[in-house]
């Protein structure tokens, strides 16, 4: 098993994409856990148009096949970094907080909307319409990796600065302007709250239960996966729950 320890300022994880309400789940999702992974082990996922197999134009970013499989869990660390150290973290600040900023989203409208603004714009876009952008704040995460020692070794060599093949850009969480500020390679986890999925059967209401996606499909959403997860009591080891298997599609 492979621990990661992730910090971060911002982050974000989006459920769904909406043109003027763009959300975030709570929590980091294990398929934004999946994507950092491949980045750090220099695996690229993205499905180059150029490519044989590339279905043509489609308005959304393709995967590749063949992508390694693995196990993920994810945990709200209740201990950060601090120089050597790691030091507790105090209940309230364990999760992330969801903050907002709004934005204003400018673009030319389809049809005939707003046209009588064009003329007092000289040429810019005309339809102003405010967007709210969801984010994550203060990430805390334990991201741990099982099932593909190959898959492992790779990020260690990641890294390291080891990587055999050249890394396409920065790892980032959700947006290329959130990067981390650490991401480290632990002895053993900390204690941490594991995110474990909800079963069916299961009747009573969990506290901060959430929707987090698994896999993502952009070209085929009906392809896309995700279950429910709520973090549980404090724990050092991983809870059979907790653990997730990525399997990408042949």
């Not at 969801?98 to 603004?117: A, D, F, K, M, W």
Request: charged share 20%; hydrophobic share 40%.
């Amino acid at each position: 098993m492979l621990a990661l320890y992730v910090e971060a300022p911002f982050a974000v994880c989006r459920t769904f994409t909406a043109g003027w309400y763009r959300p975030t789940a709570t929590f980091l999702t294990p398929s934004a856990a999946y994507g950092l992974v491949m980045n750090l082990a220099g695996i690229e996922t993205r499905l180059r148009e150029e490519g044989k197999s590339h279905p043509g134009k489609v308005p959304a970013t393709s995967m590749r096949s063949g992508l390694p499989a693995v196990k993920i869990a994810l945990g709200a660390s209740a201990f950060r970094r601090e120089g050597r150290h790691m030091l507790e973290v105090r209940d309230s600040d364990r999760f992330p907080q969801v903050g907002t900023i709004y934005q204003q989203l400018h673009n030319y409208p389809v049809g005939s909307s707003g046209e009588g603004r064009a003329s007092t714009t000289f040429g810019n876009k005309y339809n102003i319409t405010p967007v709210r952008r969801e984010l994550l704040v203060s990430l805390r995460a334990i991201i741990a990796l099982d099932g593909n020692a190959d898959l492992e070794a790779c990020v260690r060599c990641g890294l390291l600065g080891e990587l055999s093949s050249d890394r396409y850009g920065l790892p980032f969480l959700g947006d290329n302007a959130f990067l981390p500020d650490r991401i480290e390679i632990l002895d053993a986890p900390p204690p941490s709250h594991w995110f474990e999925r909800i079963s069916e059967e299961q009747s009573t209401i969990r506290a901060r239960t959430t929707r987090l996606t698994i896999w993502i499909d952009r070209a085929d959403m009906s392809r896309t996966k995700s279950e429910l997860y709520a973090p549980g009591e404090l724990a050092t080891e991983v809870p059979p729950a907790a653990w997730t298997n990525i399997s990408p599609p042949p």
